[in-house]
Nanobody, 124 residues
Framework: QLQLVESGGGLVQPGGSLRLSCVAS????????AGWFRQAPGKEREGVSC????????NYAASVKGRFTISRDNAKNTVYLQMNSLKPEDTAVYYC?????????????????WGQGTQVTVSS
């Protein structure tokens, strides 16, 4: 059974940092691009960042560019999202997802395996 499990969310003050992790089980992440998405209350889900199967190529939403960094460790079947300089508008449930390596993942499309999400709250 393919499964993605996120962790690392929590409550942080504005300007703070969090590191999200996403561990895959039931399949080898090597052949998949991975992405982080988020959904705030009352808003549609949006793509935050994505990374190629090898880790050599990444993409970021304009709202997080320069503050967030996506990375992966295929040996650990894990994808990370380092979030710095967090803002209240970053508050959302963050989801990890995987897409076939040869899909349109860089446009935040074709993600068909999803985790259950982890809550990130940025508030003073």
């Amino acid at each position: 059974q393919l499964q993605l499990v996120e962790s690392g969310g929590g409550l942080v003050q504005p300007g703070g940092s969090l590191r999200l992790s996403c561990v895959a089980s039931g399949f080898t992440l090597d052949y998949y691009a991975a992405g982080w998405f988020r959904q705030a209350p009352g808003k549609e889900r949006e793509g935050v960042s994505c990374i190629s199967s090898s880790g050599s190529s990444t993409n970021y939403a304009a709202s997080v560019k320069g503050r967030f960094t996506i990375s992966r460790d295929n040996a650990k079947n894990t994808v990370y999202l380092q979030m710095n300089s967090l803002k209240p508008e970053d508050t959302a449930v963050y989801y990890c997802a995987a897409a076939p390596y040869d899909s349109s993942w860089s446009d935040f499309l074709d993600f068909d395996n999803w985790g259950q999400g982890t809550q990130v709250t940025v508030s003073s």
